[in-house]
């Protein structure tokens, strides 16, 4: 089955203690993407990546890192959580070229809690 | 100039009805316009998507209308169903900028029985 998967689906955090929330496709997709979604606020871009080591900055970049080692992966880091950083996440692929190009498929979220 | 704006915030219909969200844009340079549904607990899905080169595009109950030269998009769900009760994103992209989208803000409709 063609999917985005995220791990964790929930976590619960404290201040200052690194995460990572992992994120992997099986489309072989070259773009991928995080978003955060906060009420009233939509989907706001962190980072995206055109392929393999190309990344690069999106809307909400700051306290947030990732790396694209592999095509399949795009995880997220956050170095030293901050309760503002608490949020709905959500990573995407999708296609670069061609007709079916720019729909983007979405993993189902990871809830994170920065106390 | 790369925000879209997107009205209402939430929506309540009577099943059956019409519910009708809307957009606007500033920038342009967008030349792909989808929507995305978002179910509760999961990730947003493409519904329908528009290019600018036409002003209407139906798919079974769902149709964007498209006014360019107002820059602004809608979505028009006809026969409102309880199974539509969902979040609503509309987005705009740029061929140039490959598939980064933004999204708009998002609209909770909730259909009544």
């Known amino acids: 089955e063609a999917q985005v998967t995220q791990n964790p689906r929930y976590l619960i955090t404290v201040t200052g203690k690194k995460l990572t929330v992992t994120c992997s496709q099986n489309?072989?997709?070259?773009?991928m993407s995080w978003y955060r979604q906060d009420p009233g606020l939509g989907l706001r871009q962190i980072y995206y990546?055109?392929?393999?080591?190309?990344?690069d900055k999106g809307d909400v970049p700051e306290g947030y890192k990732v790396s694209r080692k592999e095509k399949r992966n795009f995880p997220l880091i956050l170095e030293s959580p901050s309760p503002n950083q608490t949020s709905l996440y959500f990573c995407?692929?999708?296609?670069?070229?061609?007709?079916?190009?720019?729909?983007?498929?979405f993993g189902p979220g990871t809830r994170l809690t920065v106390l | 100039q790369q925000q879209v704006k997107q009205s209402p915030q939430s929506l309540i219909v009577q099943k059956g009805g019409i519910s009708i969200i809307n957009c606007a844009y500033e920038?342009?340079?967008?030349?792909?316009f989808p929507w995305y549904q978002q179910f509760p607990g999961k990730g947003p899905a493409l519904l329908i998507a528009?290019?600018?080169?036409?002003s209407e595009k139906k798919e079974g109950r769902f149709t964007i209308s498209f006014n360019k030269s107002a820059k602004q998009f809608s979505l028009h769900i006809m026969d409102s169903q309880p199974g539509d009760s969902a979040t609503y994103f509309c987005a705009a992209s740029i061929r140039s900028s490959a598939s980064k989208i933004i999204f708009g803000s998002g609209t909770r409709l909730s259909i009544r029985p």
């Open positions: 995407a692929s999708s296609l670069i070229s061609g007709r079916a190009g720019r729909e983007q498929f």
């Open positions: 489309m072989n997709h070259e773009y």
């Open positions: 920038n342009t340079a967008f030349d792909y």
């Open positions: 990546s055109m392929n393999v080591e190309v990344t």
């Open positions: 528009i290019r600018p080169d036409v």
